[in-house]
């Protein structure tokens, strides 16, 4: 049925033929339709101009889940395949932000701006092999603006609970260097999250400053260097267990950086060199209810080498790679390291036929040697339609909080593990893309604890399966449509349903561009009812959102001496 209605679209449509897109998060030279696991990509040119922050845009993809209790206060707590958040990872340029200081390991995207991004790539189910602990479900990567012409830009937003944006933006280039610059400052009153019917009226509001630079420099006709640095500060407001409290906030300062070198040997060799470095320190602040100060610093130090080699047929990655984090809380001041080598290979079996392996060797500094390795197999039936399956192991590091808490840690507990599998089909027409998937992952070794005792091994296994759909219409270059569906089934160990975890989500996006300078978009999200703590029940919500913009550029007559 998908198939005729493809053939039908396409005969009324002028054909837009899609160009192949590069899949960085690959870490290897293959294309989309190369990908042997389910990979959704949104360029800066499908982006919403109401997408004020990632965690917006990543939420109308599918497969992923957003959960944002509150104002922009809140804390935005991502799903990939119905799989806690704790479960995935998130890169920006290459740098890891999942914050080691909180239990979980979990991230963070309350204030990563869209105006900085070039990309977002998402790489479903099980990723440990490229990346190391953590990327069970699935792994964010967010990259970031790349300079294409010497202009200036100013930038506003207005809208309710008196939310404004301000952007400055500069971006040059010139023989051998090239850099984006971007400033920009963010601030709302907000609204009270706690329930109004207990007399709550505070309006929980937030404020944040941002500071973003991208920069690149030939050094040769084989050396290039990239380099980025990130700075938020931001401060909001808190609510004391659904109780407004006017003295309870939050300050929260990000700070990201990466120097990445690119050595090309020859067409085929290429070798790349990468530091990158994530600190994120949090002070929670209460002058009535001392238990509710806190503070928590987190970092992650981490260098990787890696070897490429292409030749169409043959596609080859070879890296090593360190990483020490580090966790500075009220409660502890520890560190942990590992070192891994890993090795992915893509083979062209025939002209229709492609296959993919992975394995990772890593060493942890408590619980030793560890390893996790994954195949995926595709087969082009006809030009158009395209079929692919893929099964991966993937692995979660004990954090340093469930190991070595005062009060909690635990040093006997082993990495949790998890296992997952996926087939598909992606049907492609010259401006019609339709793929869909089914996936199916449990995880083992859990680790849990009853907020008494220290944590412990738990018995059992979590469980999501589902299908994810997708519809890709570009009918020209000025007009795109994105529609997705995703349906999800997810239970603990407990064959209970993974709280917050919506079974159906139908997301459609519709952008139009008008005469280069004007942007029209239209959102809409259906998500249906989840399960709350205590089994209350989330009700079914529809956002729907429309947004314009009008880009002015100011053109930079001056340059770099």
Request: hydrophobic share 30%; glycine share 6%.
């Amino acid at each position: 049925m998908s198939y005729l209605l493809l053939i039908f679209f396409t005969s009324l449509l002028q054909a837009q033929t899609l160009a192949p897109i590069l899949v960085e998060s690959s870490k290897s030279e293959i294309t989309l339709e190369q990908q042997t696991s389910q990979t959704s990509v949104r360029q800066k040119s499908s982006m919403s101009p109401a997408s004020a922050f990632a965690y917006e845009e990543l939420n109308y993809l599918p497969g992923v889940h957003v959960n944002k209790t509150g104002g922009y206060a809140g804390h935005p707590n991502m799903s990939i395949r119905g799989l806690p958040g704790d479960y995935s990872t998130l890169y920006l340029d290459g740098i890891k932000l999942n914050d080691p200081s909180v239990f979980g390991r979990g991230l963070d995207l309350s204030f990563l701006d869209t105006n900085n991004l070039e990309k977002i790539e998402v790489m479903k189910g099980p990723q440990s092999v490229l990346y190391g602990s953590d990327a069970i479900s699935g792994v964010v990567n967010l990259y970031t603006r790349v300079p294409s012409k010497n202009m200036s830009s100013i930038g506003g937003q207005y809208g309710s609970f008196n939310t404004s944006k301000f952007i400055l933006s500069n971006s040059q280039i010139e023989k051998r260097y090239a850099y984006y610059f971007n400033l920009s400052q963010f601030s709302s009153e907000g609204f009270s999250t706690a329930p109004k019917k207990n007399g709550n009226k505070e309006d929980d509001g937030a404020k944040s400053s941002q500071i973003f630079l991208k920069e690149y420099v030939s050094l040769s006709s084989r050396v290039e260097q990239e380099g980025t640095f990130y700075f938020i500060d931001s401060h909001f407001d808190q609510d004391d267990f659904n109780q407004d409290d006017l003295n309870y906030s939050a300050d929260k300062k990000e700070v990201m950086l990466a120097n990445k070198l690119n050595l090309k040997v020859n067409n085929y060799h290429k070798v790349y060199f990468q530091t990158s470095f994530y600190q994120v320190r949090r002070h929670n602040q209460d002058e009535d209810e001392i238990f509710n100060n806190s503070f928590f610093e987190g970092s992650n130090l981490s260098n990787e080498i890696r070897h490429n080699y292409s030749n169409g047929d043959f596609s080859h990655v070879l890296g090593v790679s360190n990483e020490n984090e580090l966790a500075h809380t009220d409660t502890m001041d520890k560190n942990a390291y590992s070192n891994s080598v890993f090795i992915s290979e893509d083979i062209a079996l025939s002209e229709k036929a492609q296959i993919q392996v992975g394995y990772r060797l890593q060493e942890h500094k408590t619980f030793g040697m560890f390893d996790v390795q994954n195949m995926g197999l595709a087969y082009q039936v006809a030009d158009n339609y395209r079929l692919h399956s893929r099964w991966g192991s993937s692995f979660k590091a004990p954090t340093l909080y469930q190991l070595y808490d005062s009060t909690y840690g635990n040093l006997n507990l082993v990495p949790q593990r998890s296992y997952g599998y996926e087939f598909g089909q992606r049907l492609k027409n010259n401006n019609l893309e339709f793929e869909v998937n089914y996936f199916h992952q449990k995880i083992y070794n859990l680790i849990g604890s009853d907020g008494v005792t220290p944590y412990k091994q738990v018995e059992g296994y979590l469980l999501s399966r589902g299908i994810e759909a997708e519809l890709e219409w570009n009918w020209s270059h000025s007009f795109k449509l994105l529609n997705s569906y995703t349906f999800t089934d997810s239970v603990d160990q407990d064959n209970q349903k993974t709280l917050k975890i919506p079974k159906h989500k139908l997301a459609s996006q519709l952008k139009y561009k008008y005469d280069d300078v004007w942007t029209f978009s239209l959102q809409q999200l259906i998500v249906s009812q989840r399960v709350d703590f205590g089994d209350n029940l989330m009700r079914s919500y529809k956002l729907f959102d429309v947004a314009t913009e009008y880009e002015i550029d100011i053109t930079s007559e001056f340059g770099l001496a």
